[in-house]
């Protein structure tokens, strides 16, 4: 198995089906927002807050250049805007996460941690805002992705089976 690279909307569960792909089936995982977090020593709302997003980008590609080198037979979790990054194909195989915005917003305001899963997301300050990104967003994940898999109204453990039933 190469890499399977788990891209979408933020908050549509990339993270959590990775989790769920390590628990169930012992494949390892590894998260882009966390490799970044680690880098830099602090959160990504402080790296947006402080340096902007145009460097939050040239950290992803940095992540992106590493994975290529680095990384085998990985699930990969990734940000909400990894897919722009130029070598994504050349890293793995890609398969989007896929959800209405509405769903998404509405599975990240059910969530017992809802204040923290909002806090984490700094482009999701705005729900407008975030919307608007999210319908720039949704048809250049189409074009970059192998495959799509539709979460909506899922559970993390029927994703990964879904996933793994892929490849």
């Known amino acids: ?6 891209i979408g909307f933020m908050g549509v569960g990339k993270g959590t089906v990775a989790r769920a ?5 012992k494949l390892m995982t590894i998260d882009t927002d966390d490799l970044i977090e680690s880098m830099e020593n602090r959160k990504i ?6 340096d902007g997003e145009e460097y939050f980008r040239e950290l992803e590609k940095n992540v992106a250049k590493w994975l290529q080198k680095s990384v085998k037979n990985t699930i990969i979790s990734t940000g909400g805007g990894f897919y722009k990054v130029k070598n994504l194909n050349k890293i793995g195989s890609v398969v989007l996460l896929d959800s209405p ?3 998404i917003h509405q599975r990240i305001l ?4 809802a204040e923290k899963k909002l806090a ?3 482009l999701f300050s705005s729900p407008k805002k975030a919307k608007e990104l999210y319908d720039k967003r949704v048809a250049e994940y189409k074009k970059v992705a192998d495959f799509v898999v539709d979460v909506t109204n899922k559970d993390e453990k029927d994703v990964a089976r879904e996933i793994l039933d892929l490849f």
């Open 101 to 103: 915005f509405e769903d």
């Open 21 to 25: 792909l390590f628990r169930e089936h």
């Open 120 to 122: 984490k997301r700094p």
């Open 110 to 113: 059910n969530h017992p941690e």
């Open 1 to 6: 198995m190469s890499n399977i690279i788990l």
């Open 45 to 50: 709302k402080e790296i947006f807050a402080k």
